[in-house]
């Protein structure tokens, strides 16, 4: 049985999830090391109710072999990265995925045994310079193999509200279909969660994209709830003062996550013959680069 302090853990991408992550792990335990292209140590302080909690200092592992990876990358960053480091990656290399959208693996020729864990998390957090703030803990569903590996043990209990899941598509195919819906329509509105809710032209909108995930996933998905347009209106109702993390990449002139959110939907909706003519029109408008 691994104890904790014998599974090395590297962070690939110190944004927000990662550095909340890369804390848990720490509180569990494990040491942690950062993957960054600059050799400095990434410092952050990790903020809860505007008071600084709690500071992390992780170095930097320029060489090292990596078993365990916490990828909380976004998602074009992910192939380039990824390519870069498979000489470091173990055989049975362990990753724990905690990034929106999905397919970010797909191209990547990761070598034969490696594990892949998803983490689908309703936290938010914030960051301002090093500063994370942490605005919400609420639950984490991950999964993705027949049951928790044994070095991974230590990890749930000082994971607030994390939930196993063998089969982690479900949560995967829900998260996914609320951000192709409320993503891009504040990217393309330039409007806040909430604002969708106006009944009018934004509202309308988002039914027609809930529409087709609801028509479209049922095609390679048992069990779908069909409930895209509820579930999409009450997240934007929870986080009504917040920007997407789409709309801040769109005006911050960053490469959007859209072709790992709508774009991922469309290409799996037509190997099923399915067209999606509302998710392409946001994903036509939205790929070309803002400035
Ligand atoms: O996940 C989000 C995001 O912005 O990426 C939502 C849930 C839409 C909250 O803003």
Known sequence: ?????????????????????????????????????????????????????????????????????????????????????LPRLANDVLILCLQNGMGMLDDVALPGGARILHAITTDGAWRDGNTVHVVAENSTEVGGMNSLPDALEPLPACWPGWQWRADIAPAQWRKLAINAVINPLTALYDCRNGDLLDQGPRQAHLAKLAGEIDAALPHWLEHWPGNTTQLAETVAQQTAGNTSSMRADWLAGRETEIDFINGYLVRCASRHGIELPAHRGVLEKLSRRPH
Do not use: C, F
């Not at 962070?11 to 494990?30: C, E, K, Q």
């Not at 992390?56 to 060489?63: H, K, M, Q, S």
């Open 1 to 85: 049985m691994n104890t904790a302090a014998s599974v090395h853990w590297h962070l690939l991408g110190a944004g927000n999830m990662g550095t909340l992550a890369a804390s848990r792990l720490l509180h569990a335990g494990y040491p942690v090391q950062a993957l960054h292209p600059q050799a400095r140590p990434i410092d952050r302080t990790l903020s809860r109710n505007d008071q600084p909690m709690e500071s992390l200092r992780l170095a930097v592992d320029p060489d090292g072999p990596v078993q365990y990876l916490l990828l909380a990358l976004k998602g074009p960053q992910t192939r380039p990265a990824l390519d870069a480091l």
